[in-house]
């Protein structure tokens, strides 16, 4: 876009100048020159964009980072305006970024492509070595320019993959990645273009959206010859604007550009189409009714209404659209509802003492047309366990029925906010643009940046996100429907129909891979009524999903322990009715055995001190469970298993049987083995003669060093053979790689005096699968005498499994066969 200096003469300038890459930064946080000024080029050719001296102001103060005198020359630097003067050239591109298009790269990769992979012969030939494209750089090409600015702000340390993060020129230079290129003895540049949309090694069929240009410096690994680990290429990212996306040969080209401040008119926009998309264009996705209000709800007004105006009002049964709010506590809220708030919080919130998070929501509720807002601490009295008893159990309920969730992912408490008003800008190489096609009379271009190696996306943040840590909002996030989610840099959007990003980055790797469809079938409708979609509801299916949600829920953190079975029971209370039987703190009666066996996912389950739950019962730790074999290796039927002969659960609110609960045991009757734990620890590479593993959910007692303790939990098991069958005994020995040979000599100085049982839960008959006999799992559970406690009374102290081998079935028979108390 040149401006001769005929046409420049005619408008003054009258402003402030923006060098080289800036005028793209700038657009990017808003200043458009269509709006705020006109580009203009210099003689030495460098980028400048004019912009109005009162928007120059605005901008500086908004973002730290537009610092004049902290910023390079060549990169992010100011100038003062100078009247009259005219500027007639623009910066031109090197020849072979001249000679570069999006459709010539898509050209190569319909002869050679690998997703997350550089082609071995299909790229551009770009500069033919560093120095060069360093020398194209001072020669003003903005592309390499980018290409340079990355490698010389990236640290570097003999890296297989390019790191993440940009530190700039605040960098020794002789400890970034540009210092090692130069040391390369081959430095050829050479580009593709690729996407991070899909898995890795994924072929050009998978592939929807081209959003990457790869850079890669030197030689490339030989698949068929030994050769040295390549340089890393660098991976940078490609954009349009949003009403100016691109699409070749039915690829998408770029993503969608995103205005970072999450409280811009265009992404309240966009969250505002998300709704009214999925309300009618997914018929799935809602049971068409308006919903009864929750007890108290916050009424936020209308747009024309103040915010600072929301109050408390009391629904009494009205059925309106209302949006929840799941979100981190991180600790102390200051504003709560009590009984000494309630009359007042009627009247109105004090909207300048609530937590920013709070703020947020109710700006967030305006702007998607809804009048009413559920937030948990300033909806139920926070002084007043009756009123929390009532309203807890009604959470599921609360969150199904939302029109919308919305979700602060990154929030770490209540004060941090979730529209993020003022970015936290990191200072970035300066962005260059690439023409997309070959026909160089169009003047489509898409938008080359850096982008760190760890970029956002949805799927990150459900791994690492502050929201995704907590106990209460798994049972949130599977319980509504609808979300609208707030990272740091982008909204997202979550319904039975699917995910969106505001980029329109399609799903894939993108977005998380658990999508818990048989129980979101279920908990977000009824099931007489309005099935999710065609075909019966699977109760093994629905077990299946339960069990791994139990698993994901023990890895989240929780701040009160007596919260472990409220934080969970809108989930067990809306599975119910599929499931059938009886909830027994955490299991499923008509369930029991696979409830039963869980184990600790990384090391130990240490049960918490203050009575919640049964020993029996996985939520009786806050570490991590596993539960063993189960879509793998499903409890076949069996004639090796045990019975379930009664139950009794003490609940603390009999009207609420998924809550609290002060006392619970089990009556089974099932085949025992004695079992013997020792303190001995057997240093082998293979051990002979192990018929088992044993998964203790605590450390060995008598085990006084800390890194012995923790792998004391994991062990051998053995069978110690003494004559008559029913006076032999399972051994469990501490086992660790080392050179002691493939025997042992017994330590019976070591053996711990505790009275311990194996009591079977389930064995593989021959006759159910076809699974050689030596390989046929009996699963079990390691239980401790309570001789205090009762006769026959027993707690959980572990898990195991043993290896039938030949004759096992046999030898499982002269087990002993008892009735147990669990405890």
């Given at each position: ?500 990003s505001a980029d329109d980055s399609p799903g894939d790797n993108k977005f998380p891979t658990e999508s818990y469809r048989a129980l979101s079938d279920v908990v977000h409708f009824d099931p007489l ?295």
């Amino acid at each position: 876009m040149e401006k001769n200096k005929e046409s420049m003469s005619e408008r003054p300038i009258d402003g402030t100048l923006i060098r080289d890459g800036n005028c793209a930064k700038a657009c990017r946080r808003g200043i458009k020159p269509s709006a705020h000024g006109d580009l203009h080029s210099s003689e030495a050719g460098n980028f400048f964009l004019m912009i109005d001296p009162d928007v120059m102001a605005a901008l500086m103060k908004q973002h730290d980072d537009f610092n004049a005198e902290q910023l390079k020359p060549g990169r992010c630097q100011f100038a003062e305006a100078s009247t009259g003067k005219e500027w007639s050239r623009m910066a031109s591109p090197c020849g072979y970024c001249a000679s570069l298009s999006i459709e010539r790269l898509l050209d190569l990769a319909k002869t050679e492509f690998s997703a997350h992979a550089f082609p071995q012969r299909a790229f551009y030939q770009h500069h033919p070595s560093f120095g060069d494209l360093e020398q194209s750089a001072a020669g003003g090409c903005d592309l390499c320019q980018l290409i340079l600015e990355c490698f010389r702000g990236t640290p570097w340390d003999d890296c297989s993959f390019w790191p993440s993060g940009w530190e700039g020129p605040r960098l020794d230079i002789d400890k970034s990645a540009y210092a090692a290129a130069k040391q390369l003895d081959v430095s050829d540049v050479k580009l593709c273009i690729n996407t991070d949309h899909v898995w890795s090694s994924q072929p050009l069929e998978s592939v929807s959206l081209f959003n990457k240009l790869l850079v890669h410096v030197g030689p490339i690994q030989d698949d068929e010859e030994d050769s040295d680990w390549p340089f890393p290429f660098l991976s940078l990212a490609l954009s349009t604007p949003r009403d100016a996306s691109l699409t070749i040969d039915n690829w998408r080209i770029g993503r969608l550009q995103v205005d970072p401040h999450l409280g811009a008119p265009v992404n309240h926009a966009i969250a505002r189409k998300w709704l009214q998309d999925c309300e009618t264009l997914h018929p799935a996705c809602s049971t068409g009714q308006i919903p009864e209000l929750p007890t108290r709800v916050i009424d936020v007004g209308t747009n024309e209404d103040a915010p600072e105006d929301a109050r408390l009002v009391l629904s009494e049964g009205r059925r309106e659209r209302y949006v929840a709010l799941s979100h981190c506590w991180g600790g102390p809220i200051t504003t709560l509802l009590t009984t000494d708030t309630y009359s007042d919080f009627q009247i109105v919130l004090p909207h300048a003492d609530l937590p920013a998070n709070f703020r947020d929501a109710i700006i967030i509720t305006r702007e998607l047309g809804i009048r009413y807002l559920w937030i948990d601490s300033l909806c139920i009295l926070q002084d007043s366990k009756l009123d929390w008893a009532m309203e807890s159990k009604k959470m599921g309920t609360i969150y199904r029925d939302s029109a919308v969730t919305v979700s602060a992912v990154v929030a770490h408490n209540s004060a941090v906010g979730i529209l993020n008003p003022k970015p936290m800008y990191k200072s970035t190489p300066a962005p260059a643009t690439l023409r997309v096609y070959e026909d160089r009379t169009r003047r489509e271009e898409v938008m080359v940046e850096w982008v760190d190696a760890e970029d956002e996306c949805l799927r990150n943040l459900a791994l690492r996100g502050p929201l995704f840590t907590r106990a209460w909002t798994l049972q949130e996030f599977i319980l509504s429907p609808k979300h609208v989610l707030y990272g740091n840099r982008q909204m997202y959007w979550r319904c039975p129909a699917g995910f969106k990003s505001a980029d329109d980055s399609p799903g894939d790797n993108k977005f998380p891979t658990e999508s818990y469809r048989a129980l979101s079938d279920v908990v977000h409708f009824d099931p007489l009524d309005k099935p999710a979609h065609d075909g019966p509801l699977s109760r093994e299916a629905c077990l299946d999903d339960y069990y791994d949600l139990v698993v994901e829920y023990s890895s989240r953190n929780i701040t009160f322990d007596s919260d472990k079975f409220p934080a969970f029971s809108g989930v067990a209370q809306r599975l119910q009715p599929v499931i059938g039987g009886d909830y027994l703190a955490g299991l499923w009666s008509s369930d029991f055995r696979r409830g039963l066996l869980w184990y600790a996912g990384v090391g130990r389950c240490i049960h918490v001190p203050q009575y919640r739950a049964p020993s029996w019962s996985w939520a009786v730790s806050n570490d991590e469970v596993l539960f063993g074999n189960n879509r793998e290796d499903p409890l076949l039927p069996s004639g090796h298993k045990a019975q379930l002969v009664g139950y009794s659960v003490e609940l603390q609110d009999k009207t609420n049987p998924f809550g609290e609960l002060t006392s619970a045991h089990l009556v089974l009757k099932a085949p025992t083995k004695t079992l013997v734990r020792s303190s001995q620890i057997v240093s082998s590479y293979q051990l002979e003669g192990s018929v088992g593993l044993g998964y203790f959910d605590e450390p060995n007692r008598h085990l006084a060093d800390d890194e012995t303790r923790v792998m004391s939990t994991t062990t051998d098991l053995f069978l110690v053979e003494n004559g008559a069958p029913d006076e032999d005994y399972i051994l469990s020995i501490i086992t660790r790689y080392g050179e002691d040979g493939r025997h042992f000599e017994i330590d019976f100085d070591l053996f711990d005096d505790v009275e311990l049982v194996v009591m079977l839960v389930h064995a593989r008959d021959r006759a159910a699968d076809t699974l050689p006999e030596e390989t046929v799992p009996a699963q079990c559970l390691v239980l401790r005498s309570l001789p205090d406690r009762g006769e026959n009374t027993y707690e959980r102290v572990g898990y195991a499994v043993l290896r039938l081998g030949e004759g096992g079935m046999r030898w499982l028979e002269n087990w002993e066969s008892r009735e147990l108390k669990l405890v």
